[in-house]
């Protein structure tokens, strides 16, 4: 299964969390600590509004999330 590695980056101006990837995107938490984390994808940067669940996303459907402190360095070939 593949993994999509995100880093916190805080909390937007609503209390949502806000989480990164590697590439720049980012997600929102719309759970907002009650329960299991619900991430979508962010319209409008940081403080953007939570736009499409990440379960109605090809790319991501199956994905495992795993929350990281920091990204792992990729190895240079």
Not at 25 to 47: A, H, I, Q, R, W
């Amino acid at each position: 299964m593949k993994k999509l590695q995100l880093k916190k980056f805080g909390k937007d101006k609503w209390s949502r969390m806000v989480y990164g990837d590697k590439d720049g995107n980012l997600f929102k938490d719309v759970s907002c600590g009650m329960g299991e984390p619900v991430f979508c994808t962010s319209y409008g940067g940081f403080d953007g509004e939570p736009d499409t669940p990440l379960e109605y996303i090809k790319k991501y459907k199956d994905m495992e999330i795993e929350i990281v402190s920091e990204f792992p360095e990729e190895e240079v070939k």
